[in-house]
């Protein structure tokens, strides 16, 4: 059966998805990766990162895409996830909040953490988790929260890196993503 749009094949964990090629500019297309629903890929690809990863107390993730696989890695670990949050919920005690630009959304956005997942991470090693990895801003947002917090980053995890993350020495990645320029 044929493609009706353009798509790139991405293996990775063992497995094989084709990935629709998205414009991000009039420059630049994106292989569109979405794990969301994706059980059967978020399952393998957590249990191929934890193969990987250094000694960690917590891991530490931004909403949304990232929920999937920091909930399966803290699944399969037993070790908590603390979700950092896209906007101040009325639950939340004290937030405290990042700006980020990711490649990915139009906006700035701010990421925001309450008091009690503050505390929690203080003097923790945390493992900083993301679906995809590709300009960092994501990652240098959540390592910013994680500073604030008193935690302690010993790792950045991801399913895929994207374009130049793949050259970052400080990511764990299971596979690269190229970008496609026009």
């Known amino acids: 059966m044929t493609q009706p749009y353009p798509t790139y094949e991405l293996k990775v ?9 998205c414009p991000v500019n009039k420059h630049l297309d994106i292989a569109g990766f979405v794990i969301f629903s994706d059980v059967e890929l978020t399952i393998a690809c957590a249990a191929e990162l934890l193969k990987k990863l250094p000694e960690y107390d917590v891991l530490l993730t931004a909403e949304s895409k ?7 890695m803290s699944r399969q670990s037993g070790k908590k996830y603390i979700l950092a949050r896209k906007s101040k ?3 939340m005690r004290d937030p405290v909040g990042v700006d ?22 203080n003097g923790k090693r945390v493992l900083l988790v993301d679906d995809v990895v590709s300009t960092g ?31 970052r020495k400080d990511l764990i990645y299971l596979e690269k993503l190229p970008l496609f320029f026009k």
């Open 66 to 72: 990232g929920i999937p696989l920091a909930y399966e």
């Open 13 to 21: 964990a063992g497995l094989t998805r084709h990935l629709p090629i």
């Open 100 to 121: 980020v630009k990711s490649i990915t959304t139009e906006n700035v956005q701010t990421l925001y953490l309450d008091s009690g997942d503050m505390e929690y991470l």
């Open 137 to 167: 801003e994501s990652i240098a947002a959540l390592k910013n929260l994680c500073n604030v917090a008193g935690g302690d980053v010993v790792g950045i995890a991801a399913i895929l890196a994207e374009g130049d993350a793949a050259d």
């Open 89 to 91: 919920k009325l639950y």
